[in-house]
Nanobody, 121 residues
Framework: QVQLVESGGGLVQAGGSLRLSCAAS????????MGWFRQAPGKEREFAAA?????TYADSVKGRFTISRDNVKNTVYLQMNSLKPEDTAVYYC?????????????????WGQGTQVTVSS
């Protein structure tokens, strides 16, 4: 099993920045790809970014968010710049065994508990 713990969420004004972290523990050698998803109130969970051999981003965050990974620390980061009120959501870290990049919720095997990001206008 893999455990994921997110941190770094909070309240920020529009145009500001936040960096989310996700620390993995347990059978971390089994992790191929890690990703970030988000879920706004009343909406479905949606893909934001993923990193495996490469990186991929949702169109809504491309150019503003950057995903990175520290394999020594077993940690993945999401640097979020130029934040908008519509970025407000609970952000979830996810991991999958495959190294193929995935953008669907069903493709991920492990999930964190989420961290709240609120962007005020």
């Amino acid at each position: 099993q893999v455990q994921l713990v997110e941190s770094g969420g909070g309240l920020v004004q529009a145009g500001g920045s936040l960096r989310l972290s996700c620390a993995a523990s347990g059978r971390t050698f089994s992790i191929g790809t890690m990703g970030w998803f988000r879920q706004a109130p009343g909406k479905e969970r949606e893909f934001a970014a993923a990193i495996g051999w490469d990186t991929t981003y949702a169109d809504s965050v491309k150019g503003r968010f950057t995903i990175s990974r520290d394999n020594v620390k077993n940690t993945v980061y999401l640097q979020m710049n130029s934040l908008k009120p519509e970025d407000t959501a609970v952000y979830y870290c996810a991991a999958r065994r495959s190294r193929a990049l995935g953008s669907a919720v069903i493709q991920y095997d492990y999930w964190g508990q989420g961290t709240q990001v609120t962007v005020s206008s």
